[in-house]
């Protein structure tokens, strides 16, 4: 038995140690935000925050995880997270809504807490440093301007 704490709640979990954490969090704890891309930590779609810091969470064995705190994007839309995390994560939520970011959505959950992460580290990055942190998350709809416009509001609103 593993004990996961995903989003403030703890699950019993009887799972092999070496199963993916995505794994455990989508067909086991029922939460689907989190998504399965490429399986390799290449596209950043099964980004979660694992004690604080973002995580692919297809690379990363539940047994890592095990005894840590694991936001997911659920958990970042209820403002969950270690300190200033859960503040600039709804900056980043309102601005991805305001400038209508998404267009199939399916890594968005990643982009957005890519950004979050991106913002608790450097609350003012220039385009460049966007870019820079933001290049591991791939969008197959390519709204890379747009999530860089949300990422300078988000910034903006944390000012």
């Known amino acids: 038995m593993l004990t996961l704490r995903i989003n403030g709640t703890e699950h019993q979990l009887d799972l092999d140690p070496a199963m993916p954490?995505?794994?455990?969090?989508?067909?086991?704890v029922g939460l689907t935000g989190t998504k399965y891309g490429c399986g390799m930590a290449q596209c950043g779609a099964c980004t979660?925050?694992?004690?604080?810091?973002?995580?692919?969470?297809c690379s990363t064995p539940v047994s890592v995880a095990a005894g840590g705190?694991?936001?997911?994007?659920?958990?970042?839309?209820?403002?969950?997270?270690?300190?200033?995390?859960?503040?600039?994560?709804?900056a980043v939520r309102t601005a991805w809504l305001e400038l209508d970011v998404v267009q199939?959505?399916?890594?968005?959950?990643?982009?957005i807490l890519a950004a979050t992460a991106l913002l608790s580290e450097n609350p003012d990055p220039t385009d460049a440093q966007i870019d820079a942190a933001m290049s591991g998350?791939?969008?197959?709809?390519?709204?890379?301007?747009?999530?860089?416009?949300?990422?300078?509001?988000a910034a903006d609103a944390l000012v």
């Open 21 to 28: 954490l995505l794994w455990a969090i989508r067909e086991h």
């Open 104 to 111: 199939c959505g399916f890594c968005q959950s990643g982009q």
């Open 69 to 90: 705190e694991v936001v997911t994007i659920e958990g970042l839309v209820q403002g969950l997270g270690a300190g200033a995390l859960g503040k600039v994560g709804q």
């Open 48 to 57: 979660v925050f694992l004690n604080g810091a973002p995580v692919r969470s």
């Open 137 to 153: 998350n791939l969008c197959r709809c390519a709204t890379y301007a747009r999530i860089r416009g949300a990422i300078r509001r």
